[in-house]
């Protein structure tokens, strides 16, 4: 009866690459080099490998955990080859006593249950906040089962969805979860939609959210991405070739390691520590983070092309079925950059959508500046950054500490979310929730 | 009958699992301060093991005295899948069952107390020894087959049947094979990728190494466990306990690409395995323009 190795390989591999690609499984991952200028070895490699266990802030023995599905009654048609997308899936930790809420929103592409949402969850609930984590609006089970036009990646209208998703999701809570106080909270593009939403809520007023603390956010998501694909295409080549290459490389050089160990099976540990083995140069974690993200691009560009009907790779008049190969669809995804996702897909589903816009303004709503006055003169606002944040250059990290001025914490070393979970990211995180955060505190 | 009432059963649960609009279950807790503390160890043991794998490569020293591949040897990117619309459909049916069936029972049965689960795992770990025994003999590793039977006669013994992994205070871990690998190291391909109704993915290989498994130890039926009624008990019994032990979770990924993503990790795994097997034989031609496993 050794039928369940299959499931262990599995696991263990899922394990394995994602470590292997970027220690976090989609967040959005940094640019390097000419682009910003701040980019170094050591952001990038703490970009890869995540805040080293031993740093890691004290963290709760158990945390109690719930999955939440819902069903959005928004939700459009579920398309066959979503068919497991259909409903919203959050995750809930819950106090036995009356608590302020915490929400957490994951990064670009990330589902609301990774790693690193787990050690911000373990953080939250041992400081007493009921902890709900929800999965980014780039995410496809949340495009298909919470959006309302399926083309992700606007900064306002995926923030708008979060907010309604939301409402929804407490509004069903148990009767016993007593909330005295909500907060929201995200890391990478995440961060940037949580205090959006806390600005929609400013207006709104449905979950009267106090704090908003973004944790390493972008300020331009396309300024951000535009770098990754410029990173893609130094360190990886152009399209699906460049892939290939690339797995050739990682392929041999991970088989070597094996022919040189004694041990034949691969497990967890093992595969970790190949990871670490055969990334080696800048260039290496620079494709591995790149990789990352544009396998959460290709994602999203399938669900919006889908939904919108843009014809890129999916013939709106035969869509596939759940029988279908996909390889090929995915093999040409692969291959195109944000720039083509905004320039086939986005640009022409919100041009033909709202009046008076350019592909210009479509941008520029998409700046973190569209709440900037909110950010400059409410006190609720904080964020954590590091100075080599891989996905801010100099004029945009300088953007943020002007505009937060005393409630920003910039730490000399971490890459992009490379920190998160390290003792200090907390103890100031939980600081600022709590609205005590000093700014002679950054170090 | 009680097949037909199990499928009535199995039914009733995938039916009823996506009707409600709101739904809210407990997953086992998360133990975040335990896991950080097994990532110290683990993180320290990796060190060393970096240290040692580098070392190694500086000496040259090791099992591999081929010439090291180069990018040229790596196989297709792409995986030999001749039976994919079958496949495909076996994999929804797999995660629907996984999700209404197969994953509450393993997270329920994470509420056992620990000492309890560790010892059913002992257990099963324990019989698979045997299984590993003959499997190593027939790859003409008698080195690893002595392995596993001392493990086999310690923890059956001191172990009280297996139940507590004794023979690890010895240092010896266990370092189990099965007749898949058995099959690899004669010179089997893995040929086409199929996936296992309620099982999983594989191979057409390891789909017969698996009956192969069972075949052994149906055949040494080891304290007649392998015999009636109890046999179908202990099966469930080792699968749950396999899948409370793996963090695998159906469409977790949310990508419409799953299936794909899970082919080429799974099958490319395996082929990485093949060529620490088979790193003293001489060195295969290989068709890298044909899809991986053919």
Known sequence: MKWPRTFLALGSLFFGATALAAAQPNTLPPTIGPATGLADSAGLRATVFGTPPQEIAPLPETVPLQEINIALPWTRAVPEVFWFDGRLRVWFSGQDKPAPLAIVISGFGSDGNTTKISILRGALYGAGYH?????????????????????????????????????????????????????????????????????????????????????????????????????????????DAGVENLYRRLYTRLANLYRNSDRVRIDESDLLSAAAAVLKTDADFSAAIA???????????????????????VNPRSPPRLGDSLEETARILRGKPFSEYFAKVFAPYYLARRRDSTPESLRADNRLDIISDALRSNPDYYAQTNSDDLI????????????????????????????????????????????RWQHTATR | MRAALFMGWVALALGGCASQSFSMRGLPPETPAADNAAAIKAAAVLAAAQTDASQRALNQEGPSTAPPLTAADAPSMYTY???????????????????AVFLPVANGYRRVPAPIRSGVHNFFENLSELDSVVNYAAQLRLGGGAHSLGRFLINS???????????????????????????SKWGMHPGPYFVIPLLGPATLRDSVGLLGDFGIVYAIDVAQLYRGNKTWALGVVDAVDQRSNTSFRYYSTGSPFEYETVRFLYVHKELIEDEALHVKDRPKKRDVTAPAGK
């Open chain 1, 392 to 435: 801010l250059d100099k004029p945009e990290l300088a953007w943020l500490k002007a505009t937060l001025g005393e409630r920003i914490a910039v730490y000399d070393h971490g890459g992009h979310l490379g920190n998160i979970g390290e003792r200090r990211q907390i103890s100031d995180m939980l600081e600022m929730l709590a609205g």
């Open chain 2, 81 to 99: 899948d001749p039976w994919e619309r079958v496949n495909r459909f076996t994999y929804r049916v797999n995660a629907r069952f996984d999700e």
């Open chain 2, 157 to 183: 013994t001191l172990g009280i049947g297996g139940l507590f992994d004794v023979a690890k205070r010895f240092n010896l871990e266990s370092d189990l094979t099965g007749f898949g690998t058995t099959l």
């Open chain 1, 131 to 239: 902890v709900l984590t929800m999965p980014s609006p780039t995410f496809p089970g949340f495009i298909v089962s919470a959006s309302s036009t399926g083309v992700a990646a606007d900064l306002r209208q995926d923030s708008h969805d979060l907010y309604a998703a939301m409402q929804q999701i407490i509004a069903h809570l148990p009767r016993e979860i007593q909330i005295t106080d909500v907060d929201v909270l995200g890391y990478s593009l995440g961060g940037a939609n949580a205090a959006v939403v806390k600005s929609i809520d400013a207006t709104e007023g449905k979950l009267k959210v106090h704090r908003a603390v973004m944790i390493n956010p972008p300020v331009s998501l396309f300024e951000s991405v535009s770098r990754l694909d410029k990173l893609f295409a130094i360190n990886i080549g152009s399209g």
């Open chain 1, 291 to 313: 990789l990352t993200f544009r396998t959460a691009l290709v994602d999203m560009f399938f669900a919006a092309d889908l939904y919108a009907g843009t014809g890129v790779v």
